[in-house]
Nanobody, 127 residues
Framework: QVQLVESGGGLVQAGGSLALSCAAS????????MGWFRQAPGKEREFVAA????????IYADSVKDRFTISRDNAKNTVFLRMNSLKFEDTAVYYC????????????????????WGQGTQVTVSS
């Protein structure tokens, strides 16, 4: 099993920045990729960004490309999501997820590819 714990959510004004962290513990050697998803009230969970271990590859949803950056710290088994130029529509609960095995970058955009999920952290952007 792998446990994921997110942190870093909060309230920020539009145009501001926020950084999320996701610390993985347990059988972390089984992880092949990690991602961030978000869910706004009344909407379905959507893909935000993902990073694959080998080769290191990052992918983003079009809505956050050039504003968000996903990265990882191998030594700390932690994945980060740096969010800049935040918009009101970025308001959501953000979930960290981890997947096993090898998936294409296209498949990594699908929530079903992920085995483990964190509890979520709220990000609220005021307009």
């Amino acid at each position: 099993q792998v446990q994921l714990v997110e942190s870093g959510g909060g309230l920020v004004q539009a145009g501001g920045s926020l950084a999320l962290s996701c610390a993985a513990s347990g059988r972390t050697f089984s992880i092949g990729f990690m991602g961030w998803f978000r869910q706004a009230p009344g909407k379905e969970r959507e893909f935000v960004a993902a990073i694959k271990w080998s080769p290191t590859t990052t992918i983003y949803a079009d809505s956050v490309k050039d504003r968000f950056t996903i990265s990882r710290d191998n030594a700390k088994n932690t994945v980060f999501l740096r969010m800049n130029s935040l918009k009101f529509e970025d308001t959501a609960v953000y979930y960290c997820a981890a997947g096993k095995g090898f998936y294409t970058t296209a498949a990594m955009k699908v929530s079903g590819a992920y085995t483990y999920w964190g509890q979520g952290t709220q990000v609220t952007v005021s307009s």
